[in-house]
Structures are given as C-alpha cells and as structure tokens.
T-cell receptor, first 113, second 110 residues
C-alpha cells in the first residue's frame, strides 16, 4: 500500500497570507490527524478527522482549521499567517477504531516571512 | 498537559553500544508508542505497547512499560550509525488523540 502523502512538501508564505496543506491517508484509513512540529514546542496535536467530522481538537487558535473529504483525504488551512506558524506540519492516518498505530507522512515545511 | 517527557534530551554513544531512553507521562493510558524521526522528516512507527503489557521486543528494540510509575523505556541494542535520529514516545488516553513527548536526540558515533 502507498504511504501517507502530503503536498506540498515545502512552502514559503508571507505574514497575513493563508495556506492550505493537503494529506492523503493510507488506503482504507478513515482517521487523519494533524500535528505542528517546532523546535521550541515539539510535536503538538492540532486536530483529528474521522469520516469527515472533526473528532478531536488541540489547543490552537481558530486560524487553524481543517476538513476531510469523503475519500478520507484531508486539508488543513491556516489563515492570517504569523511568523510563529513556521513549522513542519505532519499528518498521520490510522484505521480510526482507536488505540492504533498512526502512520505519518513526510510533512510540509512551512516558512512564513 | 498530558504530554510525555523523554529523558535524556540528548544522548551520544559509540556504535555497538546500547542506548536507553525513558518516557514519563501523567495520566492513565490505553497504549504507548515509540517513534523515530530522522532530521526534519516524518515519524516512523517503531513499536506499540498496550497498557496491559509490561515488555515488548522488536528486533534490536526492547520496550518496557510500568503503568504504576507512568513510565516507559526504549532500549536499542548494538546501536548503528543509522540509528541516529530523534525518538519520541506518544501516549493516547482517549483512544484517538495522541500526545507526544519532547523527544530524545540520539547520536551514534561510528
């Protein structure tokens, strides 16, 4: 099976812009989670989608949003970008039943100037 | 915060030696997982240990879990230069929301 894919891999934006990141899970996986990784804060959970519904949410401002499509592909959107949003954004998928291994994509590295 | 914490933050060893990393967490969990991350890339799943298990092996990896102490350890035996990476533990207490520790950066010197 193909692994989790994320596009784009690299992105440069300026403050105030918005960005959309995409994640395609492993075939058959219905859950997609998003994480932000920065050197200072480590890996932080953003949100999890299951069957097109947000099932869990981390402690991030409303500028961070996401959605999931019927084919389980997920997008994450960040509006009004700030310098502090520069990070590696990782998505992970699993079957969705809970208590399972997550499989991570290679990440999208976002730089906000 | 439910976030786990790894200890030590950084570890440097010679090739062939064993490496031990520890993870502590704060609340009851369903399972605990260990992941490896090579510089700036995605995380690779190493091993999952359930809350009712005490020890698990996978190749050169040995993981222990002590739920009474809320801690886990990852042992990599006979380390290789290719083991150089950051290692994270992840805990789930809701079943679908995972919390990652801060990571241990392992350097294996050839």
């Amino acid at each position: 099976k193909a692994g989790v894919t994320q596009t784009p891999r690299y992105l440069i934006k300026t403050r105030g812009q918005q960005v959309t990141l995409s994640c395609s899970p492993i075939s058959g996986h219905r859950s997609v989670s998003w994480y932000q990784q920065t050197p200072g804060q480590g890996l932080q959970f953003l949100f999890e989608y299951f069957s097109e519904t947000q099932r869990n949410k981390g402690n991030f401002p409303g500028r961070f949003s996401g959605r999931q499509f019927s084919n389980s592909r997920s997008e994450m959107n960040v509006s009004t970008l700030e310098l502090g949003d520069s990070a590696l954004y990782l998505c992970a998928s699993h079957l969705g039943g809970g208590r399972e291994t997550q499989y991570f994509g290679p990440g999208t590295r976002l730089l906000v100037l | 915060s439910q976030q786990g914490e790894e200890d030590p933050q950084a570890l440097s060893i010679q090739e062939g030696e064993n490496a031990t990393m520890n993870c502590s967490y704060k609340t009851s969990i369903n399972n605990l997982q260990w992941y490896r991350q090579n510089s700036g890339r995605g995380l690779v799943h190493l091993i999952l240990i359930r809350s009712n298990e005490r020890e698990k092996h996978s190749g050169r990896l040995r993981v222990t879990l002590d739920t009474s102490k809320k801690s886990s350890s990852l042992l990599i035996t006979a380390s290789r230069a290719a083991d150089t990476a950051s290692y994270f533990c992840a805990t789930d207490f809701t079943g679908n929301q995972f919390y990652f520790g801060t990571g241990t950066s392992l350097t294996v010197i050839p």
